[in-house]
């Protein structure tokens, strides 16, 4: 059975651009969370999607969004890119609910602003 | 706004001792489960534990869960170098669907 796959692995971008990553969670699986993954903050919850609805929203700005598709593959978008929004973006995917079943993480999608 | 404060932040022991992992909050959470990290991947789940008290066991590792269902421990027996990596607490309450994840142990294991 595939893993939780995300694209791109690695990208550089300069502030005040936007970029979008992508999520395809394991197959069956209906809910997609996203995470960002800091030194200093840890890993912090950004949003999570089921059934293309998003049921949970973090503390992030607004500049930080998401999607869900039918297919229940996901992506976010970071627009007008910050510094500080250098950081590691996990998403997972999970059978059930998130808070009870286990959450299958992808390897992440590392970004760096300059 | 919930906490979770791992302790030790950092830990580096040689390969056959033992050692134990701390998570802590002032808040309650419904169940508490516990990810292994390792550089370039993301976490993967260990345990998850639901009942105050409760205890697991995974081979060298042992998991529990306070009485209040307000903090855990991870206990390792004789740590290996397989052990190394970035360990995570997080809490989930029903009806939330985001996990609150701890601060983090990162462990080396010394061979």
């Known amino acids: 059975k595939a893993g939780v796959t995300q694209t791109p692995r690695y990208l550089i971008k300069t502030r005040g651009q936007q970029v979008t990553l992508s999520c395809s969670p394991i197959?069956?699986?209906?809910?997609v969370s996203w995470y960002q993954q800091t030194p200093g903050q840890g890993l912090q919850f950004l949003f999570e999607?089921?059934?293309?609805?998003?049921?949970n929203k973090g503390n992030f700005p607004g500049r930080f969004s998401g999607r869900q598709f039918s297919n229940s593959r996901s992506e976010m978008n970071v627009s007008t890119l910050e510094l500080g929004d250098s950081a590691l973006y996990l998403c997972?995917?999970?059978?059930?609910?998130?808070?009870?079943?286990?959450?299958?993480f992808g390897e992440g999608s590392r970004l760096t602003v300059l | 706004t919930q906490l979770l404060e791992q302790s030790p932040q950092f830990l580096s022991i040689q390969e056959g001792e033992n050692l134990t992992v701390y998570c802590n909050s002032s808040?309650?959470?419904?169940?508490l489960q516990w990810y292994r990290q390792e550089p370039g991947e993301g976490p993967v789940l260990l345990v998850t534990?639901?009942?105050?008290?409760e205890v697991k066991k995974l081979k060298r590792l042992t998991f529990q869960f306070g009485d209040a269902r307000k903090d855990s421990s991870l206990h390792i027996t004789a740590a290996q170098p397989g052990d190394t990596g970035l360990y995570l607490c997080?809490?989930?309450?029903?009806?939330?669907?985001?996990?609150?994840f701890g601060t983090g142990t990162r462990l080396t294991i010394i061979p």
């Open positions: 997972a995917s999970s059978q059930g609910r998130p808070n009870t079943g286990e959450l299958f």
């Open positions: 197959s069956g699986h209906r809910s």
């Open positions: 999607y089921f059934s293309e609805t998003q049921r």
């Open positions: 808040s309650v959470f419904s169940s």
């Open positions: 534990v639901v009942t105050g008290g």
């Open positions: 997080a809490g989930a309450n029903f009806g939330n669907e985001k996990l609150t």
